[in-house]
């Protein structure tokens, strides 16, 4: 029996080589052939506009800020985390950011994921997807599936329902007695089922858990009459929405991301196991979203992203549409925030902190377009140990101002994370229903439901 690759553990932007070097989060070997494989799947990411990684040479390549799990042909699987600290940071604190910014990104509600599964399940988030699909899975068969009749054409040497009259007239000599048939039959051959069944056959056959490898064997006795799914993306727009399917609702997310449904956030491979990458830009984009719809005042519009507005026109049309990450409106005030993933130092001043001179380009133009000239804008980082508090804001002029402000990952989704909200004069929502500005007061969102 082959012995199974040792698995390699590693960060986003760390060094992947062919040669021997001591083991860490920022560098790690691989084998020749797993070298390859990320070598052409970097090719193709690089063909669809994206970036995996940065080859140097036949020995060595950097990655990219895409993180996840990545299994290779050859049975290698790379596990890469977030990098949220310029220094220090264990595996255990990455693969829980991870978890929690995958919440966000399936929209879970944190009482329904269970925040302490996040600290004790520790495991690579691809193990750990397939733990969360099996347990809301095993709820959902404890309730009952949902059953539907189902239309079914057979030949039959009995009447049963319609008899198919086209078919019959075309019965061939010596098969009088036999009796072409529809009638409706009353199961689980549903689309729901059929990929609940299609997701399950894949964790059984990916999972190295012991414990999910058994619950799924479980399962899969107890699904045994439904058919696998064999059209997925119809099947997926088939997926009803009435009351009758809402004990559904939990396990969907998990079957999506299973059958590599979130594209092109989630990446599937080209063979036989689970692989989910996700850039991580994409992933804190969509927490910082999650985090601000949960603390901002009701009547608050938001839209993430907004697209109305356009660099310019060209011939009677729009072109280069320009798209902020998050566009919030009040009562004729509006907002402009944007979020980056990168460090930054806020005692760099003269290497300007590690910004981006076409980021503020960009925000001058969100600012002339989406806010008129005048207001407030945000471009919002992740708070490491480097970069603790807010910068000094930035004035294009008297009118338009920026700020470069800190988020906190670490801090619970229902506590103040955003550090120095307070400079934008946002509204937000108190557990008395009044509004006051973002970031003033800690206790702002507690008592808000989710």
């Known amino acids: 029996m082959t012995q199974r690759p040792k698995p390699v553990r590693v960060r986003e932007h760390a060094w992947l080589c062919t040669e021997a070097v001591a083991p860490s989060l920022d560098c790690a ?9 990320l070598c052409q799947l970097s090719e193709r990411f690089s063909r669809g506009g994206a970036r995996l990684a940065q080859v140097e040479g036949r020995r060595q390549l950097k990655l990219d800020n895409y993180v996840g799990v990545l299994q290779t042909p050859c049975g290698t699987v790379i596990e890469i985390v977030p ?22 990104l399936l929209d879970m509600p944190t009482r329904e994921a269970g925040p302490a599964a996040l600290q004790l399940f520790d495991a690579p988030l691809s193990e750990w997807v397939m733990h969360q699909f099996l347990q ?10 949902r059953m539907d009749y189902a239309r079914v054409e057979e030949e039959l040497p009995y009447l ?13 000599p010596g098969k009088g007695h036999h ?29 190295q858990s012991p414990e999910n490898w058994r619950l799924a064997q479980e399962l899969s006795v107890r699904l045994h009459e439904v058919p696998a799914s064999r059209q997925v993306a119809h099947d997926f727009r088939a997926w009803g929405t009435d009351r009758l399917l809402a004990h559904y609702r939990a396990v969907k997310p998990w079957c999506e991301l299973i059958l590599h449904q979130h594209m092109p956030l989630a990446v599937s491979g080209d063979y036989q196991g689970l692989s989910l990458l996700f850039p991580m830009e994409k992933l804190f984009e969509r927490y910082v979203a999650r985090w601000l719809r949960r ?7 938001m839209r993430t992203p907004a697209r109305s507005q356009s660099l310019g026109m060209h011939d009677g049309s729009p072109i280069f549409q320009l798209e902020p990450d998050i566009f919030i409106t009040q009562s004729g005030k509006r907002w402009v925030l944007d979020t980056k993933w990168k460090l930054l130092n806020e005692a760099d001043q003269p290497g300007k902190y590690g910004l981006s001179q ?29 970069f603790t508090q807010p910068l000094k804001p930035f004035h294009f002029d008297e009118r338009l101002s920026l700020w470069v402000l800190p988020f906190d990952l670490d801090a619970p989704l229902d ?5 120095g909200g307070e400079h934008l004069d946002m509204p937000y929502a108190m557990p008395n229903g009044t509004t006051h500005a973002l970031g003033t007061d800690k206790k702002i969102i507690e008592g808000i439901a989710p």
């Open 29 to 37: 070997q691989i084998s020749p052939s797993a070298f390859d494989y």
């Open 83 to 104: 990098k949220h600290h310029a220094e220090g940071g264990t595996l255990q604190e990455a693969r829980a950011l991870l978890r929690k910014l995958l919440l966000a």
């Open 136 to 145: 809301e899975l095993d709820v959902l068969l404890s309730r009952g599936l």
């Open 160 to 172: 049963r329902g319609q008899v198919n009259l086209n078919a019959q007239l075309r019965q061939p």
């Open 179 to 207: 009796f072409h048939v529809r009638h409706d039959v009353y199961g689980p051959d549903r689309p729901e089922n059929r990929l609940l069944k299609l997701a399950l056959e894949r964790v059984r056959q990916a999972t």
């Open 295 to 301: 603390a901002l005042a009701p009547g608050v519009e």
């Open 358 to 386: 076409s980021d503020f380009y960009q925000l001058y133009a969100y600012g002339q377009k989406y806010l008129g000239g005048a207001g407030r804008m945000a471009l919002i980082y992740p708070r490491t140990e480097q």
């Open 415 to 419: 506590e103040q994370a955003l550090l």
